[in-house]
């Protein structure tokens, strides 16, 4: 298993462009969940999917980022336009159905740099 | 509204057993301990969590107190790799939200 994969693992872009992050979960899971990570505000939850479809997008700081699960096995969050505000590490997770034994699965993060 | 108090920041010696506090002193009867923990540069790592009964895994053992009120996590020999932060999280089975505070930074020392 080769657990949630994240990419790219670090993007540096320039304010006003648009950046995607990408996510692929672990095979099977049907929660699927996007991180942001600042030393500010620590880890705050962005946006949460079941089945592909999003239950609380209340975290989404602002109509600048939107969350896509087209399908079990992807989703991207994209941010248009980057202002260097955004600059965090956001975090992708999974789990097979919200809270589980064995908690979620996190990725290793994509470190946001918007000059 | 902070559901758990942690320790800023703890040191333990390499090999020893080190003890994590937690208070969660509005705990529901429905709502579960979870810890997690991140190590620098990676995403946080489920570890363990418990209702009521102490918990023990691979990785280490949760003692909750029998009010329920503060638990414990114990890493019974601590190596370098295990330093860390480390999360309480309060929250109920049903709930998909983990909110995590600023949990504890624990150094392990040579």
């Known amino acids: 298993d080769a657990g949630v994969i994240q990419s790219p693992r670090h993007e540096v872009t320039e304010m006003g462009q648009e950046v995607t992050l990408r996510c692929k979960p672990i095979?099977?899971?049907?929660?699927l969940f996007w991180y942001r990570q600042t030393m500010m505000r620590g880890l705050e939850l962005l946006i949460y999917f079941n089945n592909n479809v999003p239950i609380d997008d209340s975290g989404m700081p602002e109509d600048r980022f939107s969350a896509k699960m087209p399908n079990a096995s992807f989703s991207t969050l994209k941010i248009q336009p980057s202002e260097p505000r955004d600059s965090a590490v956001y975090f992708c997770?999974?789990?097979?159905?919200?809270?589980?034994?064995?908690?979620?699965?996190f990725g290793s993060g994509t470190r946001l740099t918007v000059v | 509204d902070a559901k758990t108090t942690q320790p800023p920041s703890m040191d333990c010696a390499e090999g020893r057993a080190a003890n994590l506090p937690c208070n969660h002193s509005?705990?529901?009867?429905?709502?579960?301990v979870y810890w997690y923990r991140q190590i620098h540069s990676q995403g946080p790592q489920y570890i363990i969590h418990?209702?009521?009964n102490n918990e023990t895994n691979e990785m280490a053992s949760l003692i909750i107190t029998e009010d329920r009120k503060s638990s414990t996590l114990i890493l019974p020999h601590a190596t370098l790799r295990d330093t860390a932060v480390y999360y309480c999280i309060v929250t109920g089975s049903n709930d998909y939200k983990l909110s995590f505070g600023a949990g504890t930074t624990v150094t392990v020392r040579a």
């Open positions: 418990g209702l009521k």
């Open positions: 509005t705990i529901s009867g429905n709502e579960y």
């Open positions: 997770a999974s789990s097979p159905v919200g809270q589980t034994s064995r908690g979620y699965t």
């Open positions: 095979s099977g899971h049907n929660s």
